[in-house]
């Protein structure tokens, strides 16, 4: 008698519709438990990625609050220099709208360089083609 493994024995003593069966119902078992996983996995990574957006947020604030105070201490700084408040509330003023013009410019520019998705657009020309019977096929 050979050396068979409970497996083998089953295996030997099944018909293909019960191995076939067994099959089936091992690989949905599969999936189920890998989508739980992918659930819990994304569940996890969601509530991370909620906690750093918060911390960006809570740091972009406290930068913005940092460059309005400095600009505040500029303008007075400059006031107290043209020995006239308003001409450094300008002075400060037309600085921030040079910055802003220069941002948006930078930024038009890259949206322009934008190309979207063009390899998966390419591919997905072709898949009509690939599904038409062609002459090698027939």
């Known amino acids: 008698m050979t050396d068979q493994t409970p497996s083998e024995r089953q295996a030997a ?3 293909l519709g019960e191995l ?7 690989m949905s078992l599969l999936m189920r438990q890998e989508l739980e996983l992918a659930k819990a996995e ?14 960006l947020g809570a740091g ?3 930068g913005h609050l940092t460059v309005l105070f400095l600009s505040i201490a500029l ?6 220099l043209f020995d006239n408040g ?7 003023a ?10 948006i410019v930078v930024g038009r520019n890259k949206i322009k360089e934008v190309q979207g998705v063009p ?14 019977r062609n002459e090698e096929n027939r």
Request: aromatic share 8%.
């Open 94 to 103: 037309i600085l921030w709208g040079i910055a802003a013009a220069i941002l």
């Open 75 to 80: 303008w007075w700084g400059l006031g107290s």
């Open 42 to 55: 994304l569940r996890e990574s969601a509530k991370t990625t909620a906690k750093a957006g918060a911390m």
């Open 60 to 62: 972009a604030y406290a």
């Open 119 to 132: 390899q998966t657009v390419d591919t997905l020309r072709e898949i009509p083609g690939t599904l038409k």
């Open 86 to 92: 308003w001409l450094g509330a300008l002075v400060v």
């Open 13 to 15: 003593n099944s018909s």
């Open 20 to 26: 076939v069966g067994e099959v089936t119902h091992d």
